[in-house]
């Protein structure tokens, strides 16, 4: 199995910078697809970014794009998500997700995931 454990969430403030970190084991991460999505409260889990093994290549939602970035380093095993000028609507709990298949926003592509980490951006 691949075991996915996601850190670094809280409350924060509306306009504030946060970085979630989720943290690999039990395969070898880097031929893996990962990538985040969120779930709000009583709302369906939705797709956040992803970045592709084969060629490093990154996708965004757009309610995210050009506030979040994300990477991996696979010498560490993990994953990062930074998000930028955090909005309310940004609040959510946050999924680390990884698949051997490829990531075009289902939530059925993903084959592992992490636990979740509670992000609040208070206005």
């Known amino acids: 199995q691949l075991q996915l454990v996601e850190s670094g969430g809280g409350l924060v403030q509306a306009g504030v910078s946060l970085t979630l970190s989720c943290a690999a084991s039990g395969r070898t991460f880097s031929v893996y697809n990962v990538g985040w999505y969120r779930q709000p409260p009583g709302k369906e889990r939705e797709f956040v970014a992803s970045i592709r093994w084969t060629d490093g290549s990154i996708s965004f939602a757009d309610s995210v794009k050009d506030r979040f970035t994300t990477s991996r380093s696979n010498p560490n095993n993990r994953l990062y998500l930074q998000m930028n000028s955090l909005k ?23 084959e592992y995931w992490g636990q979740g980490t509670q992000v609040t951006v208070s206005s």
């Open 88 to 110: 309310p609507e940004d609040t959510a709990v946050y999924f680390c997700a990884a698949t051997k298949k490829s990531i075009h926003g289902s939530v059925n592509d993903i």
